[in-house]
């Protein structure tokens, strides 16, 4: 094999290499939940009570998603009221409220309210959301407002054609390291369902 053919196949198995790192370092803990009806990628699920730690941020969305991760990832990573580090959970949510966006993470299963440590700062708090129903539209590729738009009128779609009623603004949920290559991401829409 020639020496352009050696470095021919050593890029590709590092891109081969790096586009598996994404997916590999994405297995973390993640809410359960029960599909109870699908069609295509969209699905309806029921998922169990959780405890989210969460942070209001202003600005533009990919701003805000940004700098509520930090916020987070720093009380997870142990500036709470007992230094205590929590493992990391995947998705990333981020809402949109009156005020600017809400970012969250789902904390580990094994905690309570009353177990997890107490923010060290008042800009982020934890609370348990009860059960509920989400219709829920997966996807992948980058988190551009163009692919968030286009799959949000995908899942309206679906919630007007089926006469869904629904809770709330659409949730975004993001499950991979930024640089995780676009098309192995795991991406999804959410909305609260009026049971």
């Not at 720093?74 to 409220?97: E, R």
């Not at 089926?162 to 098309?183: C, D, E, M, Q």
Request: a positive charge; charged letters at 20%.
């Amino acid at each position: 094999m020639s020496y352009r053919s050696w470095i021919v196949v050593a890029v590709l198995l590092l891109i081969f290499g790096f586009s598996l790192v994404g997916p590999v370092m994405s297995k973390v803990e993640e809410p359960g939940y029960v599909i109870v009806a699908s069609d295509a990628n969209i699905e309806i699920r029921y998922y169990n009570s959780m405890i989210l730690a969460e942070v209001m941020v202003d600005g533009e969305r990919k701003e805000a998603i940004r700098d509520g991760f930090r916020v987070i990832a720093d009380y997870i990573f142990g500036n709470n009221s007992s230094s205590q580090k929590i493992a990391m959970t995947a998705p990333v949510q981020q809402q949109k409220a009156k005020d600017g966006w809400i970012v969250s993470f789902v904390m580990p299963s094994e905690y309570s309210l009353t177990s997890l440590p107490k923010p060290s700062g008042d800009n982020l708090w934890v609370r348990e959301v009860p059960s509920a129903k989400y219709v829920v539209v997966r996807f992948s590729g980058a988190s551009t407002q163009a692919n968030l738009k286009k799959h949000e009128a995908v899942l309206l779609d679906y919630v007007n054609a089926h006469r869904l009623k629904v809770l709330g603004s659409i949730k975004y949920a993001f499950y991979n390291p930024p640089w995780t290559l676009p098309f192995l991401r795991r991406n999804e829409l959410m909305l609260q369902l009026v049971e």
